[in-house]
């Protein structure tokens, strides 16, 4: 649907596209593209959303055009059936009284009270004109983040491999007493952490306390303590879509050895021009005209040589070797950059960075766009991983098998452990029941000392032994309690009604997108209100369009999909969290998307899924990813569906909230299937495996884990 509305975009607005910001054409393309955004009469909802921005931006020059673009806009959306029309006659799905036509009539609704005073229509007015520079405003502030987050960007050093071994070798990292803040928030205060050479790091923490932002701080070696020689790369873009292969974009990270073979190629097409002008000489008879060659087969010595040494022969098949773990079938690694998508985009800067092999490696969940068979060979890649690197991800499986130590931020401090993510856990459920221990002796010990200066505080007999127990008091030291965080929960709400079987059946449904291959034949199951199924398979054999399918977004090209007309159904995926209006805040946004809905109902369904208090306040734009995932979550689930179909739902999730989505799941009184490499979420929350290969859709008799084993063997 956004390909569509971006299309549709870039033909009414045409060459003036060309002059405006590409954040702010991204943003009006996701508003026209949600799919319960009202284009209102003639285009009226379109106006009313983006009228403003559209002049601001120079993308029209005057309100009275404006008007005619959004007329245009919403005419074309309605071209491509992306505009809810409202009914003209009764559909036969929707109820009917059956008293109609009767004498006795139903008593009207009463209009509900208005608190306070009628507003006036200057009053009215000036609240709509207080209402529109409120967002004028919030798009500032969010185009002024952009901005510095791209000044930020082009800050970071440039990562190339590295072949000087000269100088001394980075080892150890020792940052001490650092702080971190953004946006005058305090992430990390007097923070201390020590990087030894060699350790693989897991970086762990609930969603919004800073470890992505810690990661850039890195990056950017603006952290005291880290050496100005150490090579630190963040894998936090995709790389740009252009028309390299993905090979030679890999390849071209070696800066030194690109470099050295540019150069030998223009030194031997000069050698060949110089083979020819020493032919023509000869021919002529004039011998001291002859061009001295020397210089360039001198040349050409020295960059074999150091061809050789830096090993340039075997860098293709090695950069070939880590495309290939992440699925990039030959053919693939010589397709241009520019026509992948995001996520495999995303594949080939994480090639690129295990490719130049820094001194240290930064990975920000890396699996999020991976099947399990190229997490299960990062995994092996990872564990023999000769240098450090620190790896943020909400994979539990995949952190206890690469790292080696945990460092935990929680209140704004920094803590190590040893060991892996479930060593983590039992440690510091350890502490914390050892930290309670010494809480409660230390309240104890203090309230009998208390307990006896009362009694005998006049007490002239005893009055040594009351002051020998003042001071002591005095001197014993506080124990700090435990601060736990807060208990992440994930409430999804438990439908009002219950449709009857059958709720969505395929029957010999076929499906091939126009002009391509057919994708699925006769796929042949069903999904009822108890069903708890996970869907695995490579990336790119179709799963997202099942669920498409199933969603109703996609009809079948034979065969029959049927859908109960009761059932509701929720969809999330990732598009649903890219689709968030960034410059505003979760409340407001939840209230544009179902007006009318009073305030407080909204605040609570946030509340539900964690989002509370001040966080529902916040632009969304300083959200991290689980943040605005658990925003997405309240959004689709407000209308109480029968069916939820997830599409990889933990991803961006931090550990806690992926077990909290675990319980949600479990306890959720309706229908579930999700596409997921999580084993943890798949283990916890889904009673089947459903494989998707070769245009079928199989059960797999067995568990994830049993899987895991068949992949493995396989490959």
């Known amino acids: ?250 390849l071209n990270s070696d800066i030194e050895r690109t470099q050295l073979l540019r150069e030998e190629a223009d030194l031997l097409a000069q050698q060949r021009d110089l083979d020819l002008e020493e032919e023509k000489v000869k021919s002529r008879g004039d011998l001291n005209g002859v061009p001295d060659k020397d210089a360039i087969s001198e040349r050409l010595q020295q960059i074999y040589k150091r061809l050789e040494v830096i090993d340039a022969d075997s860098a293709e098949s090695r950069a070939a070797s880590i495309l290939a773990g992440l699925s990039f079938s030959p053919e693939m690694q010589q397709r241009a950059t520019k026509t992948f998508s995001g996520g495999w985009r995303m594949r080939i800067a994480l090639a690129r960075a295990l490719f130049i092999e820094p001194d240290m490696l930064l990975l920000d969940e890396p699996t999020n766009h991976l099947d399990l068979h190229a997490v299960l060979w990062l995994e092996a890649y990872l564990v023999k991983w000769p240098k450090t690197f620190i790896v943020v991800s909400h994979a539990r499986e995949f952190l206890n098998t690469v790292v080696t130590d945990i460092i935990h931020l929680q209140g704004q401090k920094l803590m190590s452990y040893k060991g892996n993510y479930d060593t983590f856990e039992k440690t510091r459920l350890e502490q914390i029941k050892n930290q309670q221990k010494a809480v409660e002796a230390n309240e104890r010990a203090r309230s009998h000392m208390q307990a006896f200066i009362d009694k005998f505080r006049y007490n002239a007999k005893r009055a040594s032994l009351v002051q020998s127990r003042i ?117 407001l946004y939840m209230m544009r998307c179902y007006p009318g809905v009073p305030e407080q109902k909204l605040r609570a369904h946030l509340g539900s899924f964690g989002v509370t208090g001040n966080l529902a306040l916040q632009p969304m734009y300083t959200l991290s990813g689980g943040q605005k995932s658990r925003v997405a979550f309240a959004k689709i689930t407000f209308k109480k569906p029968h069916i939820i179909l997830l599409d990889e739902p933990s991803n961006h999730l931090d550990l806690d909230a992926v077990e909290a989505l675990i319980q949600g799941l479990v306890l959720f009184q309706g229908g579930i299937l999700m596409v997921s490499h999580d084993e943890h979420l798949i283990a916890g929350s889904v009673d089947e495996l459903w494989v998707v290969s070769e245009g079928r859709v199989n059960p797999f008799h067995g568990n994830f884990q049993d899987y895991k084993k068949m992949l493995q063997s396989n490959s």
């Open 471 to 587: 001071k002591a008091l005095e001197r014993m030291e506080h124990v700090d309690e435990i601060v736990n965080d807060p208990d992440y929960k994930f409430e999804f709400p438990t439908p009002d009604d219950r449709p009857g079987p059958p709720i969505i059946s395929f029957s010999d449904a076929s499906f091939g997108y126009p002009g391509g291959p057919t994708l699925f034949k006769n796929l042949n199951f069903g999904i009822d209100l108890d069903s708890r199924i996970a869907m695995v398979g490579p990336n790119g054999i179709g799963k997202s369009t099942i669920l498409k399918l199933i969603a109703g977004e996609l009809q079948p090209t034979s065969g029959t999909v049927f859908r109960s007309a009761k059932v509701r159904i929720a969809v999330f995926s990732q598009h649903h969290v890219d689709g968030l209006d960034l410059t505003s805040n979760p409340l």
């Open 1 to 250: 649907m956004t390909e569509v509305a971006s299309s549709v975009v870039h033909e009414v607005l045409g060459r003036r596209v060309e002059d405006v910001d590409q954040p702010i054409i991204d943003y009006i393309i996701n508003v026209l593209a949600d799919e319960d955004f009202d284009f209102g009469d003639d285009g009226d909802g379109a106006f009313e959303a983006i009228g403003e921005l559209l002049v601001a931006a120079e993308c029209v020059s005057d309100f009275s055009e404006c008007r005619q673009v959004c007329s245009k806009l919403s005419e074309k959306f309605g071209k491509h059936g992306l505009v809810k029309r409202k009914p003209t006659v009764r559909s036969l799905a929707t109820p009917f009284r059956m008293n109609e036509g009767m004498e006795e009539e139903a008593p009207k609704k009463k209009p509900e009270p208005v608190d306070g005073p009628l507003l006036s229509e200057r009053d009215k007015m000036k609240l709509e004109r207080r209402k529109r520079k409120e967002e004028r405003q919030r798009e500032a502030q969010y185009q002024m983040h952009l901005a510095e987050m791209e000044a930020a960007r082009e800050g970071m050093p440039v990562i190339c491999v590295n072949h000087d071994t000269g100088g001394p070798a980075v080892r150890d990292i020792h940052m001490e007493n650092f702080s971190i803040s953004v946006g005058g928030r305090d992430l990390i205060v007097d923070g201390s952490v020590t990087l030894s050479f060699g350790r693989h790091y897991g970086l762990v923490g609930r969603n919004g306390t800073g470890k992505t932002t810690f990661l850039r701080y890195m990056a950017m070696h603006a952290i005291a303590g880290i050496p100005p020689n150490c090579q630190i790369l963040h894998v936090e873009q995709e790389v740009v879509g252009d028309d390299t292969t993905a090979l030679q974009c890999v």
